[in-house]
């Protein structure tokens, strides 16, 4: 995932079709669902629950009008029930997903919190993913930029991102190599699709560290 906040290409990988927008896409940036044994449609974040998938990509518009034009019961064929505020539902069990992957990073070494932490790691060249909190001081994430080819995650808040590292608040983090890293990355994108709208956070891709 390049500093836009999508996976970078794969040549491989399952594709699906969006049942809101019609548009076939690889399966790692959009949102399975099942429907459950009550007739209630429920995420699966892991793509694991049993039962047929019902695709939707990963943004919130798509989600949106899934929901409001009765798309899952369409592609269920057969009556369902939809819960209300499912995309509010989905965006915050992702940003729980990716706050706890980051935390097994951090158990395992491979990732960091503080901007002096942050910054070495940066200068050493040992980190392949910067994550700045969405509410700190632009003026203070600033100071820092993405490692040269690696990936950038700035839609976390600084609560969730002090969750990762059992602290109260954390602006600045940055994850090592590795295939944990790559799946915070992915993620994060699908969390993206379903929280931020728009706006430009490529400016500081590729600069070096100050």
Known sequence: MGRGGQPKDRSEGPERKCIATGEVRPAEGMIRFVVGPDGQIVPDLLGKL?????????????????????LFARAAKQPVQVPEGLADFVEAQLALRVANLISLARKGGGAVCGYEKVKDWLQKEE????????????????KLSTPYGGDFIGWLTADELGRAFGRQTVIHAAL?????PQRVVEEAARLKGLRVSGGDESHRKGRKTR
């Open 176 to 180: 090592g190599d590795g295939g944990l």
């Open 50 to 70: 049993p039962g047929r998938g019902i695709w939707v990509s990963a943004d919130r518009a798509a989600l949106e009008k899934a929901a409001a034009k009765n």
């Open 127 to 142: 980190a392949s993913v910067l994550i700045q909190g969405s509410d700190g001081s632009e003026r203070g994430k600033s």
